[in-house]
């Protein structure tokens, strides 16, 4: 995780909107409004984003450990508005993932409509109501695109195809009961023609997709200070020594060497 450093708003839509009710975006309707602004359909930063309206009002970078959001121009996520206080509430990383605390506001602070005091945990996708103001947080995803070399020689809609896909691995491989078959229901395509597709564009197999994509979430939470058990977890092992012998088939070493080697490099 980087060092403190000051806090960077990355503003993608802001326009004069009237007056209304704010309104939970689903992951679908956020993604598909980052799309239409030439974003990457996978997160590579976590953020809150600014709803109202349906709309995607204002987009806010998180890229350190704790930031506070409130009304005042020292705050790491300033937001103008009466109804939120001047220090609000404080969102903050650590190894468990990230929580949310509110700071003894005015109007509270509110996760899924549920009134927060001490550290609450934040989930991709959370929202989160300060004052009168809707947020809603969204976890950094790996581009996992990257992992293949021959991206530059895919077709356009075959990379559009396996964005689709990847994004629908990277939110759902934590379950226990995740399959491939599933997830060509998902995709209106029977498990063979999606073994087929994933071939014909990367060479791979759909369950050479989901290992690479297990192994590349596990190995980011590494060096992110995540806990092993946390990480099995979220990658869909049942344990932490199946994630362990796994991570040693596809990298050649243990979580543990692997941390000690990425610390000898630094």
């Given at each position: ?14 326009n ?7 309104s939970?975006?689903?992951i679908?309707q ?19 984003m600014f ?17 506070i ?8 996520i300033f937001?103008?508005d009466n ?11 650590n ?10 506001s005015?109007?509270g ?10 550290k609450?945990p ?15 947080f ?7 695109l ?15 195809f396996m ?15 995740f399959s ?5 229901s998902?995709l209106?395509?029977?498990s ?12 791979d ?12 979430r ?19 092992f ?12 596809n990298f050649?070493c243990?979580?543990?060497?692997y ?8």
């Amino acid at each position: 995780m980087p060092p403190h450093q000051s806090f960077k708003a990355d503003i993608l839509h802001s326009n004069n909107l009237s007056n209304g009710t704010n309104s939970v975006l689903t992951i679908e309707q956020t993604t598909k409004l980052l799309k239409e602004r030439q974003q990457l359909t996978l997160l590579e930063k976590t953020r809150l984003m600014f709803l109202k309206e349906n709309q995607l009002s204002q987009v806010f970078i998180i890229e350190q450990p704790e930031v506070i959001i409130g009304r005042t121009d020292s705050a790491d996520i300033f937001i103008e508005d009466n109804s939120i206080s001047r220090q609000h509430a404080k969102i903050k990383l650590n190894r468990e993932g990230y929580f949310i605390e509110d700071l003894g506001s005015t109007n509270g602070t509110y996760v899924q409509d549920q009134p927060i005091q001490d550290k609450f945990p934040l989930l991709d996708g959370s929202s989160i109501l300060v004052g009168n103001i809707l947020l809603q947080f969204f976890v950094a995803r790996s581009c996992a695109l990257s992992l293949w070399p021959t991206l530059n020689q895919w077709r356009q809609q075959d990379q559009a195809f396996m964005e689709n896909l990847l994004d629908m691995l990277e939110k759902h491989i934590h379950k226990p009961n995740f399959s491939i078959e599933q997830v060509a229901s998902d995709l209106y395509m029977s498990s063979r023609q999606l073994q087929r597709r994933v071939k014909e564009i990367c060479g791979d197999t759909p369950n050479s997709l989901v290992t690479r994509v297990k192994m590349n979430r596990a190995k980011i939470m590494l060096e992110c200070g995540a806990h092993i058990e946390k990480i099995a977890e979220d990658c869909g092992f049942s344990c932490s020594k199946s994630l362990s012998r796994a991570f040693k088939k596809n990298f050649d070493c243990t979580p543990g060497k692997y941390l000690e080697s990425s610390n000898l490099l630094r």
